[in-house]
């Protein structure tokens, strides 16, 4: 079964990119400068963002459905960041190398099934996950810390 992982679009942080940090505040954002790799996991390229580079710290509603499943979570965008990763039977390596949870959805937001995996043995879980004609679509998110990494979607 095919899929296709997308990173979030970079418009809504775009407003935040070069704030100060008073005005990132106003926000309830900061802006961190990453001081080693892997560790800062992008979710707009999904891309672990190399030492020297800002990333803004901000609040995201990942799963903005109306259900008591609607979620977010604190992740970071790498500042600057313009082009969302769109891959499909791709797995990006920011994600193959750590744990993963992923969440299946119907498509009216309720969960319908959820497990974990390594990221590096992720196909054959997506492909269980999407065997439930009920998934819609699928959050990863990374298990450790519990936040939201990218949304799977079928191809």
Known sequence: MSFRITGLSP???????????????????????VDHSPGYPDRIEVRDVEAGESVLLVNYTHQPADTP????????????????????????????????SLRAFDAEGMLVDADLADGAELEPLITRLFADPRAAYLHAHYAKPGCYAARIGRA
Do not use: K, N
């Open 11 to 33: 418009e809504p942080f775009r407003q935040l990119y070069g704030l100060s940090e008073t005005e990132l505040a106003e926000h309830g954002a900061r802006r961190i400068i």
């Open 69 to 100: 499943f609607r979620s977010g979570y604190a992740i970071y965008v790498r500042e600057g960041a313009e082009t969302a990763y769109d891959a499909v039977d791709e797995i990006p390596e920011a994600m193959r190398g750590r744990t993963i």
